[in-house]
Each structure stands twice: as C-alpha cells, then as structure tokens.
C-alpha cells in the first residue's frame, strides 16, 4: 500500500526537517535526503497554502509523512463513525469500575474477563455500566483476551483499553479522523502515568515505559518510534483480521503482543500512527517491586520479537568511528578516542560531499559521538550490563592511573542514560535517585531480555551492530 494521502489532509513538517534549497529536504526518522522535481515543488507549494487538492501533492504527502519529515492533519467529521471499546480484565474491579466511569456510555463497550478469582464482581462493575461480558475460565493472557473482544465486535472501528486506564473524554474521537486515511490501520494517543506521592510516583511520571513522548510520529521498527502499547489504541477492524479473518493478536506471546502486530502491520503496507496531543491515563504500580517486575516482564519479549522479525532488535547501531571513540573512552586510551573522532569527521565530510549538501547543518563529529556514548550507555545498562561489569573488573586489574580512568569511564558510562533523562526531562526528582531509580529499572529490563533471550534461544537482542553509512 503506497497510494496518496486522501483529499483535505494537510501536512505539517516535523521540527527536524531542514529545508536548505527550493528543491531539497532533509530530516525524518531516520534522516534523510528528499530531492524534488519541479512537478514535487509545486506539489509542495501546494501542500504548503492548504489541504491536498490535487493527487502530486497526495503523492508528496505521502513521502513525506512515511519518512517522518512531515505528519498528517486529517479533517474532522462532523458523525464519527461508530466504535466498540474492548476492555481486557483481570480480577482488578476496582480499576475497571474507574476505568469505565471515565469511559462514560458514548460507545458499546465488551468487557473479557480473563479468568478471574472473581468473576462476579468483574460482572456485576461492567453490567452496571452496560458492557457485554467475555468470560475465559482461566487465564489466557492480553493477547488471546483482546481477540476474544475483536471477536464479538461488530463496527468498522475497535478500540482496546486496559483496566488501569483513565480516559479523558472524546479520546476515540480524536484520535478516530487519522483512520479516514484507507492505509492508517491504527493510531495511539500518549499514555499519561498516574501515580501517587512519594520518588517512586515522581519516577514514574517522569519516566514511564508506556510513555512514548511528546513528539508525534509515524510508528515502524528501526526508527524513533519503534512501538506504541496498547494500553489504548483505536484500529481499523478488518486491518486486525488476516485472510482466514483470524485475530490479529499473537496468543503466544504474553509480553510484547502490541510490538509484535504494530510491525507485522507495517508488513502488510499498513501504517500506525502515534498522536501524543491526545492522553489517556495510565495508573502505575504501586510500588518500586512491582514497578521494576513490570520491566523484567518487558524485557523477556525482546527474544521472542526477534525470533519472529529478524533484524528488527538490534540492541545498538553504531558506525566505526564513534564506536571507536567510545571503546577509547571505556579503555581510557585518548589515542583511540582521537582516532576515533577523525574517522567520524572524515565520514561526515565524505558524506556531505557526496550529496552534495555543504549547507545543511549535519550534527558535527563530537555530537555524533556523544549520541553514540549515550547509546552505548543504554545498552551497557541494559542488555549489556555483564559488559560494563566486566569493564570494572578489567579496570580493577589494570595498574596505575589508567586502572581508575577505566573505573570512573565505567561508572560514568552506567551513570549516563539517567543523568541524560533527568537533563531533558527535568522532574520533580532529585538527580541522584532519579538516576539510581533508572539505572534499577535498566537493569531489571536487561535481566528480562536476557531470559527472554535464552527462553526463545536467540542471541540478537544482545547482539550490538556496527554499520557504515552509504551516505543515501
């Protein structure tokens, strides 16, 4: 599917695209070099004073918003299509209650109970609001409840909400104008955190995994948005159903369900669209276990997602010459951090040269490799944690001044990703346990990855990649 966007779409560039000539565009996720025809800058200037009219600037649009250097604004219907709201549950009735207070009674909702220990009280919460109720003796898990729901749906259009969620009302009808594009199968609203006083509630609202920011995208593997969760969603029905008109939600997996049918949409030319100017709130765990078992949990899907899209988890991605800046640093050898950015500046020279592209403002040799510090730094707390480990025994065993500028690299390479967050995000949290609180909570995903990994019996989430740019 790569047909135009519809008639009365507009198109709004996204901040990072950079255009540095009549006929030249950069940025996107990942970035990009788009060069337009004559019959492309009209379409352009088109896409500029208004909505599409015409199909070149559908064409156009359609570019652009599938590299990420522009994103859709649908119109607005005045009737929204009718939508059936499928809330998966177990045993929390509490939550459902709440959840369903908040949802109000706009649309027809089925509530699928997952083998609860109380299924009468999971009943008596939906029939007081009017919701249909789906009963699994036991527990079959998210994904199979989900398709039992997409089951009993009947309308063009479903959207999935967890129990624990706190819709703001009109939610699905803001979200729903994204899925007037035939090729959109499924569009995300950003998942707010709800919780309570204390470090661990402001950790949680300053970084929750079912946060995906604040920056809208086009959502696909391999790029900044590489999944949202379905915590809430709103879909296109028959999007959901293969040929055979079987549930699009892998039973089998009980972690990693909504990660593994975003992509196996895209496969099939569907794109899925993130919109963060739309929340729904999300209550967190109670407590710091439960909220680093829910990372754990996270983690132990990375293998099987991997066993099932080859290519599509590299844990790290990272070019010559800032991986050896990186190495040189953890070594604490300056010659080979040096060497390290001459490569990388020589790269981006060549690069630029070739396209041709001296004015465009490419990030400069030691920003590239300070992204890629960061990024090794996630990793290293994460699926690489016996590497950082062994860099502080390698540190320990080395004797000298070196020895502690391998222990200091080490400890500042663990240290990096949540000092980076606290920096951008700045929450109501002092740096110090933000940063504890992130490292634990890197930690228990990689430990998830890691028995997902052996679980599923596939090494490629551990597995770092180095690439080379062919300035494309």
Not at 136 to 163: C, K, M, Q, T, W
Not at 266 to 277: D, L, W
Not at 430 to 444: G, K
């Amino acid at each position: 599917m790569t047909g135009p966007l519809p008639v009365g779409f507009r198109v709004e560039l996204d901040p990072s695209a950079d255009r540095l000539d009549e006929r030249t565009l950069c940025g996107g996720s990942p970035p990009r070099v788009l060069r337009l025809t004559r019959e492309g800058c009209e379409a352009l200037a088109e896409l500029s004073r208004g909505p599409i009219a015409s199909a070149a600037a559908g064409r156009l649009a359609r570019r652009l918003t599938d590299a990420g250097l522009a994103h859709p604004r649908p119109p607005r219907s005045a009737t929204p299509a009718p939508v059936t709201v499928v809330i998966p549950v177990r045993d929390r009735a509490e939550m459902l209650d709440r959840c369903l207070a908040a949802l109000g009674c706009t649309h027809p909702v089925v509530v699928v109970d997952d083998g609860s220990q109380d299924p009468a009280r999971v009943a008596e919460v939906a029939g007081r609001y009017g919701a249909r109720v789906v009963r699994h003796e036991i527990d079959l898990g998210p994904a199979a409840a989900r398709n039992s729901g997409l089951a009993e749906v009947a309308s063009d259009y479903v959207a999935f909400l967890d129990s624990d969620c706190v819709p703001a009302p009109g939610w699905i009808e803001e979200l729903l104008p994204h899925l007037a594009d035939p090729e959109v199968a499924m569009v995300a609203p950003r998942i707010a955190p709800l919780a309570s006083a204390g470090a661990r509630g402001r950790y949680s609202r300053a970084h929750s995994c079912l946060d995906m920011g604040p920056r809208e995208g086009l959502v696909a593997a391999g790029t900044r948005l590489a999944y949202v969760p379905s915590a809430a969603l709103v879909a296109r029905r028959s999007a959901l159903l293969d040929a055979a008109g079987v549930p699009a939600f892998d039973p089998s997996l009980r972690q990693g369900e909504d990660v593994d049918l975003g992509w196996r949409l895209a496969e099939r030319g569907y794109r899925v669209r993130y919109e963060p100017a739309v929340t729904v709130g999300h209550v967190e765990p109670d407590s710091w276990r439960a909220l680093m078992a829910r990372r754990y949990r996270n983690g132990t899907s990375a293998g099987p997602l991997a066993a099932r899209h080859r290519g599509a988890l590299p844990p790290l991605v990272l070019a010559p010459g800032p991986a050896l800046t990186v190495a040189g640093a953890l070594a604490g050898s300056p010659l080979a951090a040096g060497a390290g950015l001459a490569i990388t500046a020589a790269s981006r020279r060549r690069t630029l040269r070739r396209l041709g592209l001296t004015a465009w403002a490419a990030p400069r040799p030691g920003r590239l490799c300070g992204q890629a510090w960061v990024r090794t730094a996630a990793f290293a707390s994460q699926a690489g944690a016996p590497l950082a480990v062994g860099c502080l025994a390698i540190g320990a065993a080395v004797p000298g001044r070196r020895r502690w500028l391998r222990r200091i690299a080490a400890v500042c390479l663990l240290a990096t990703p949540g000092v980076v967050e606290w920096v951008r995000r700045r929450p109501d949290l002092d740096p110090v346990r933000f940063a504890a609180a992130h490292l634990a909570d890197d930690l228990a995903y990689g430990a998830g990855v890691w028995r997902g990994c052996r679980d599923a019996g596939t090494a490629e989430p551990l597995r770092p990649v180095l690439v080379r740019s062919k300035g494309r």
